[in-house]
């Protein structure tokens, strides 16, 4: 069976085509810095053990206007893989809030779409390009079963005194107030690639997710007991152009004395705050080329992401009561070593010690990059969320 995954982030469009249950790709791509005007594609063919690469850049707005790229690219005649829309059975979704409604992969019925169009206010940088891909694949491929994977379900197994806020409890029964936790499914599989690692399935692990959006989560066993992201993705660590955990309080604030309205602060605080809103960019590379030109802004904002990633560390170690591994991955986790530098920096206490040379080495493997005198495992691990998309498409329909 041919399954078609689409993973719209906040700045970028994921696509692979699989056949399974082999777990093959056929082709993937990737459209990043959407948004910003020199978006990026890379698409990859890969046929008899090769990979043929055809990479672009051009300005493209919105996810709308990208994933009418990858329409092209995969449906254009002499260069398109797809010849006919009846070879694809399956598309895959990723959705990235799924509410109180869903917490389970989920066939998409027209009233599971409208349910997730309620859910855009949400999630405004993610659930509206999640429904657009929905749209266009339904176009695309009329015949194939869409499927939703949300980002919300692998935090379901968080203890109610980790998901719950301390605000009055009609709150949370009545309108579903509560800390959902997102990029689920990233964090689902880096830590059962890391506990298959380490040989060990109780194995206690703190995965961090670094791409645009940010977070981190404590898995122990295999479950997930708490995360950074909350009822929205805004919560936690600090993001591209997200601000992650504030005091509620600067909004009543920003309303009272500045006059901003509820909409002007959230534009704020989801998409000119984090990285964005202290330095000027979004984009990690960026950020890291200021600092190095000597930008002390660049370098404040490098000094911040990490210490808030360490103070997680912190207490995710006290959840656990205990660290067998922690696990960097995504756009920033598994490529940008001085971020990894920073996190793992005067960390001996919880047993972390960084090598400096494996550090820097590049690879699109899983690696290990601690110390070996090390006490605890600090692995970098590519995720794909793309594959656990499929798999949980799979697993759905059997
Ligand atoms: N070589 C690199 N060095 C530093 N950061 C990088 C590198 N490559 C990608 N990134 C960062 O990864 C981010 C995107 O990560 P990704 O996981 O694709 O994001 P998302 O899925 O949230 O849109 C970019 O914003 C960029 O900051
Ligand atoms: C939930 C979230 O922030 O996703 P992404 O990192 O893909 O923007
Ligand atoms: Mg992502």
Known sequence: MNIFVINAGSSSVKYQLFKMPAEKPIC??????????????????????????????????????????????????????????????????????????????TIISPEVKEEIKQLISLAPLHNPGNFQGIEVAEKLFPHATQIAVFDTAFHQTMPEKAFRYAVPTNLYHELGVRVYGFHGTSHKYVAEKAANYLNKPEAKIITIHLGNGCSIAAVKAGKCIDTSMGFTPLDGLIMGTRSGAIDASVVFYLASKAGLTVEQIDILLNRKSGMLGLTGFSDMREVQKARDAGDADAHLAYEMYAYRIQKYIGSYVAALNGLDALVFTAGVGENDALTRELVCSNMTFFGLQIDLNKNAERSSELREINSDAATTKILIIPTNEELEIANQCVQLLA
């Open 28 to 105: 993937s791509g990737l459209i990043e810095r959407i948004g910003l005007p020199d978006s990026i594609i890379t698409h990859k063919i890969f046929s008899n053990g090769e990979e043929n690469i055809t990479r672009a850049e051009l300005p493209l707005p919105d996810h709308q206007m990208a994933l009418l790229e990858v329409v092209k690219l995969l449906t254009e005649p002499g260069i398109g893989i797809i010849q006919d829309p009846a070879e694809i059975g399956v598309v895959g979704h990723r959705v990235v809030h799924g509410g109180e409604r869903f917490s389970e992969t």
